[in-house]
């Protein structure tokens, strides 16, 4: 459940026109496949995030949807298209999740939570690094008091460079969701695939100013001034969309 982090928004294997897939896809397969190595059956999966959904959407919405279906193991990651606005409040958020959680693992089903990046490289969307800080903190404290998992987006060395995150500079590449697949695995107390999954890239030489003054005006263009125009209007890019994977389905 979620937005357009576990939609898989920019990870597109099969073309640019091609359906998404994204971690929690990645990692449903990879379950899976452990699954049938073991001799049991393939794994029942369904995605129903949704880009630019909120976080309330997400509970109100998704949460139901996914307990008809009496799942075993959930994750539930959203609030950072909240936080993305200044008017935000990380505590009210934490509540709504909190009461998310609790419902869910009253059922006894796993769930699975997410930290927010750590984005002090960016130069605008770090001005949200303190709201995502209060976040996070409520966020390991409601997995402390529900016993649920917690998926250290924050702490993720390798994120921390540019080259993993996709051209609109808010969505992972599809190298950065295969790793951050790996750190799922992780959270839910299971051995990677890859040791390395959270080394760190050779580092390259910083742009010079010009270099990155052109980049950064051409982000202002092509990526932040329509999504601050989406937010004036009051709109959202997933307004018409459904989920891409409503119904339990074998991987």
């Known amino acids: 459940m979620g937005d357009s982090f576990t939609e898989g928004l920019w990870d597109t294997p099969h073309g640019e026109d091609g359906p998404v897939r994204g971690w929690a896809d990645v990692l449903a397969g990879l379950l899976s496949e452990r699954r049938r190595a073991a001799g ?3 794994l029942q999966y369904a995605n129903l ?32 298209n909240d936080i993305l606005r200044p008017t935000a409040d990380p505590d009210r958020l934490a509540h709504g999740l ?5 419902r869910i693992r009253a059922t006894g089903a796993d769930v699975l939570l997410a930290t927010g990046f750590d984005a002090s490289g960016s130069p605008i969307v770090s001005t949200t690094r303190p709201r995502v800080g209060v976040y996070n903190a409520h966020i390991w404290s409601i997995a402390r008091r529900h016993g649920a998992h917690v998926l250290d987006l924050w ?27 790996q750190g799922a695995l992780v959270a839910l107390g299971l051995a990677p695939d890859d040791p390395g999954w959270d080394s760190p890239l050779t580092p390259l030489p910083r ?4 270099v990155q003054a ?5 982000w202002l263009r092509l990526y932040a001034y329509p999504w601050a125009t989406r937010r004036l209007r009051g709109t959202s890019s997933g307004d018409t969309r459904r ?9």
């Open 40 to 42: 049991a059956e393939p």
């Open 49 to 80: 995030a949704i880009r630019g959904r909120l976080l309330r959407p997400i509970v109100v919405d998704q949460v139901p949807e996914a307990l008809a279906m009496e799942p075993d193991l959930v994750s539930l990651v959203g609030g950072g």
């Open 98 to 102: 909190e009461q998310a959680v609790a």
């Open 155 to 181: 702490g993720m060395r390798h994120l921390h460079d540019i080259r993993m995150w996709a051209p609109d500079r808010i969505h992972l590449t599809s190298e950065a969701h295969a790793r951050v697949a």
């Open 207 to 210: 742009p010079s100013r010009a």
């Open 214 to 218: 052109r980049q950064d005006a051409r």
């Open 243 to 251: 989920a891409k994977l409503p119904t339990l389905t074998e991987v």
